[in-house]
């Protein structure tokens, strides 16, 4: 199960954040992180953000309690992307603020794109 949360803005609508296990946890993706991504979720309610995550093929994706909800910068971070949806790597538990570098958000499409062409 994947650590989240999620926040209701003024307008209604809702921002939710995920963590989730990066699909190459072996590492062997070259364009992705072998440990865990947050993603976060622009949507009209939280039923439709965990749809639009299941629609890309993260079928095991669901939203239990608020323990890790999105901060006032992940907010800004997926109201201003077009897509809203983003993604980046999570920060390790035992990482403190002085050794977090921080890392830019990604569209959705740079963590599902596959490492190598077919063919």
Known sequence: ???GGFCKLPNGTVVVALNLPSPAADGSSAGTPACGVRVLVHAQNRARALTR???LGM???YLRGNAAPPTPDEITAVLHHPDGL???TAPAADVTAADLVTELWHPIRA????SAPLG
């Open 53 to 55: 995550l299941r629609n």
């Open 86 to 88: 983003i993604w980046r």
């Open 59 to 61: 079928r095991a994706v």
């Open 1 to 3: 199960m994947a650590a």
């Open 111 to 114: 963590l599902l794109r596959p």
